[in-house]
């Protein structure tokens, strides 16, 4: 008989499943339950976004697609970027279209990361970082924010932990899954810190589209920071395309063309449907667009107040679509919250600790739902947390 044990990776049987997909798996498989678990919009598809997707089919365009992507799109992302975010790329040797965002950082950080470099994480954060670093045996190094903050990262911090061996900073913002955002002000504090070094930074901003109040800074756009910025974003947030699996990463050259190499021998391209239809979303739908950010920043604000009457201290979120409440009130661990929860009023979020060691002690609730969603999830909680409160004093 096969010893399999013995035959895996044994870099592979070191991680752990995700702490995303273990309560939205559990929730699954029980009735009734309200699941607040997954970052995956609610609105439909943009109608000219699918349109364009039936066309595509009706008038049988579904070969293959180059490698890095359908240049038309490429070039739709470089005047998308110019327009938003005042950044530019050449869109034949420094844009690649992958399949999701998710990709889109696996590729960056093979492409770059040798065995025994450190990379720093900005923690709390999403969940693909870290084990891919140490698929590539490189060693993650966590990063913890505060809320004190507002779970930004400062240039302190930045510099507390960075040393001769730092190849990479991951920065993700806006963040999931605390909400929080950096200004142009904070990240030119970042800039400083990382001028005359040889370090790089992965900046995943696939939530750029969704601020409140304030308009998203790409860390590309600040003086000196283009040319070792790995920028990568998607289609799946901002345009409700989750399941149409299509991102994309921008960089200088010399890094995008070893992406490329990989994305070549791994994916050969994304879906051709997925890119046509991209093609329209970046051109023609930002009013839906903006439909969405307003109906997302109601969901915000009456979420944040929610948490706060209830004794679930949290700050209001900037960014994103994820409010991290405190569970503090009732002296559980992240996990045992989100069990307990899930098991005595069925509803579903996800344990802070998913996101890293600093995630401890809060919960990420997605507000990617409908209204009437949010609020019987909230009166759930309510009724959960005032039994549990009161068993604690």
């Given at each position: ?13 070191e991680?752990?499943p ?71 790329y ?49 060693i993650a ?13 400062t ?8 040393n001769d ?31 005359d ?27 000196g ?7 990568v ?19 200088p ?39 969405m ?16 009457r209830?004794?679930?201290s ?16 009732t ?42 969603h ?5 009166s759930?909680?309510e ?7 009161r068993?604690?004093?």
């Open positions: 008989m096969l010893q399999y044990d013995t035959l895996l990776s044994e870099k592979v049987k991680m752990k995700s702490g995303i997909r273990k309560f939205f798996d559990a929730a699954s498989l029980m009735k009734d339950v309200i699941s607040l678990g997954v970052g995956e919009p609610d609105f439909q598809t943009p109608w000219a976004v699918r349109r364009a997707a039936i066309d595509s089919l009706e008038k049988k365009r579904m070969v293959y697609t180059a490698n890095s992507g359908m240049a038309d799109l490429r070039r739709e992302i470089g005047r998308y970027l110019k327009k938003k975010y005042g950044i530019t050449d869109a034949e040797h420094e844009v690649m279209v992958t399949v999701g965002g998710s990709e889109a950082i696996d590729l960056a950080i093979r492409a770059l990361v040798n065995p025994g470099d450190e990379v720093l994480i900005v923690e709390p954060s999403f969940v693909c970082y870290k084990p891919i670093v140490e698929l590539m045996h490189g190094v966590p990063i913890s924010t505060k809320i004190e903050n507002k779970f930004k990262l240039a302190q911090e930045l510099r507390e932990h960075m061996k730092t190849k990479l900073l991951i920065l993700p913002y806006p963040n999931n899954p605390t909400g929080g955002i950096m200004t142009k002000e904070d990240l030119e504090e970042i800039a400083d810190v990382l001028r070094t040889n370090v790089l930074v992965l900046s995943d901003e696939i939530y750029s589209e969704l601020t409140y109040g304030r308009k998203h800074v790409s860390f590309a756009s600040i003086d920071m283009w040319e070792r910025t790995i920028y974003s998607g289609f799946s947030k901002a345009f409700a395309m989750t399941g149409w699996r299509l991102g994309y990463a921008c960089a050259k010399p890094i995008a063309e070893q992406m490329l190499k990989i994305h070549q021998y791994a994916i050969m391209s994304a879906p051709t449907l997925s890119q046509y239809a991209a093609i329209v979303a970046m051109r023609d739908c930002d009013t839906e667009v903006q439909k950010v307003d109906e997302y920043n109601m969901r915000r604000r009456m979420l944040t107040d929610g948490f706060n209830i004794g679930m949290c700050f209001e979120p900037e960014g994103a679509f994820y409010i991290f409440p405190s569970i503090q009130v002296g559980m661990t992240s996990e045992e919250f989100c069990e307990k929860l899930l098991q005595e009023e069925k509803v579903a979020v996800v344990p802070g600790n998913a996101f890293g060691e600093s995630g401890e002690g809060f919960v990420r609730v997605s507000y990617a739902y409908s209204l009437k949010l609020q019987e999830a909230l759930r909680i009724r959960f947390v005032s039994r549990h409160r068993e604690r004093i």
